[in-house]
């Protein structure tokens, strides 16, 4: 996985990873690895601020799967992805901007 590892300790990891062109121009974003796959589950929650209750950004759950879709094995390793909003709203993503994964 490409990215910048900002902290760690036995049992989680935080990631900083530009997002991907074709996430950018509203594709699905490829979450491929060379030894299987992230998939995302549930359904992606806000991120309030603690000063005033609003909506500062959205979460989504992955799941990693060992091997290729759609015959991979899960695995216990989950992944929480974290994207900033604007004014409430999604923000338009950019080249520039970026994410936030923590791996646990």
């Known amino acids: 996985m490409a990215g910048e590892v900002i902290k760690h300790d036995t049992?989680?990891?935080f990631f900083f990873i530009p997002?991907?062109?074709r996430e950018a121009r509203g594709g699905?974003?490829?979450r491929l690895t060379t030894q299987?796959?992230?998939k995302a589950t549930?359904?992606?929650g806000f991120v309030y601020?603690?000063?005033n209750n609003r909506i500062i950004g959205c979460k989504r759950t992955m799941v990693f799967y060992k091997g290729r879709a759609p015959n991979g094995k899960k695995t216990q390793w989950k992944m929480n992805e974290y994207k900033a909003t604007t004014h409430g709203q999604p923000s338009l993503i950019t080249n520039n901007h970026i994410t936030n994964l923590k791996m646990f």
Do not use: A, F, V
Request: hydrophobic letters at 15%; proline letters at 11%.
């Open 11 to 13: 049992e989680q990891w």
């Open 19 to 21: 997002i991907q062109d």
């Open 28 to 30: 699905r974003p490829t």
């Open 36 to 38: 299987g796959y992230w």
């Open 42 to 44: 549930g359904t992606p």
């Open 49 to 51: 601020s603690s000063n």
